[in-house]
């Protein structure tokens, strides 16, 4: 079974409201111990705030790399259940979980950057588009097994 990997990274001014983010708590010997990780749940889905993967950066267009970003980890509950809520003939109806939260997230950011592999390796294309082409996208490289990143960015792309 592959491992499914998607980031979707958002401005940082980005407040994500609604997901119910919290920092992790570590109890041990009666002692409280905050973590890094910041995490919120949502369906099938973990999410966890993290920085912005290098790679990334460096395949960010010019025009929108000087914003402050943050990355979402969006981790399903296994890759088997994963496999299914992507599979291509559910990602365009009403009820898609995996759509849903895309559209929730994205809703709330100018511009957004969605890192998707079935290898969690770095992605083979790059390209601009809506969240239209990259569920599209999502659907093709579940069969393909490649992974690309597609940026969307309100001033500069396709409505």
């Avoid at 980005?14 to 910041?38: E, S, W």
């Avoid at 919120?40 to 950066?57: D, H």
């Avoid at 496999?83 to 939260?101: C, S, V």
């Avoid at 969605?114 to 390796?121: A, H, K, S």
């Amino acid at each position: 079974m592959q491992e499914i990997c998607v980031d979707l990274i958002l401005p940082e001014a980005c407040a994500l409201t609604g997901f119910g983010f919290k920092r992790m708590v570590l109890g041990l010997n009666g002692q409280l111990y905050p973590q890094d990780l910041i995490q919120a749940r949502f369906e099938y889905f973990s999410l966890t705030k993290g920085p912005v993967p290098n790679f990334v950066i460096n395949k960010m267009p010019a025009e929108i790399r000087s914003e402050s970003w943050q990355c979402i980890s969006i981790t399903p509950d296994d890759d088997e259940l994963a496999a299914g809520l992507l599979k291509p003939a559910d990602l365009y109806t009403g009820d898609n979980i995996f759509a849903e939260l895309l559209k929730q997230l994205t809703a709330q950011a100018g511009s957004w950057i969605l890192v998707f592999t079935n290898d969690c390796d770095k992605p083979q294309e790059v390209f601009e588009g809506n969240l239209n082409t990259a569920l599209k996208k999502v659907s093709e490289s579940m069969e393909s097994s490649s992974g690309f990143m597609v940026y969307h960015n309100i001033k500069t792309s396709i409505p």
